[in-house]
């Protein structure tokens, strides 16, 4: 079955930097775009960052510059990069992976502190 597993959740200070995970299996991963969410407390689930299947990337605003996006097709991972991390940060990080069907991980925490 399909599964997208998120890990590199955590607390982290004000600054510091966290890089997330999401690992994917029982899809073929080099064609699905790909994708990081995430849902503070009250709030609705919001895209942070996207990877399409041929490498381009797009951010939400009140990330561009910290976090960064990649994928490694061999290793059926994409990872989320983020540096300079703020309280606002906080919430759950869900990964995300799209090519005809839509699917999520299970999610995985995030806590800045200030």
């Known amino acids: 079955q399909v599964q997208l597993v998120e890990s590199g959740g955590g607390l982290v200070q004000a600054g510091g930097s966290l890089r997330l995970s999401c690992a994917a299996s029982?899809?073929?991963?080099?064609?699905?775009?790909m994708g990081w969410y995430r849902q503070a407390p009250g709030k609705q689930r919001e895209l942070v960052a996207a990877?399409?299947?041929?490498?381009?990337?797009n951010y939400a605003d009140s990330v561009k510059g910290r976090f960064t996006i990649s994928r490694d097709n061999a290793k059926n991972t994409v990872y989320l990069q983020m540096n300079s991390l703020k309280a606002e940060d906080t919430g759950v990080y869900y990964c995300?992976?799209?090519?005809?069907?839509?699917?999520w991980g299970q999610g995985t925490q995030v806590t800045v502190s200030s």
């Open positions: 995300r992976a799209y090519y005809v069907t839509v699917y």
């Open positions: 990877i399409t299947s041929g490498g381009s990337t």
């Open positions: 029982g899809i073929i991963f080099s064609i699905n775009n």
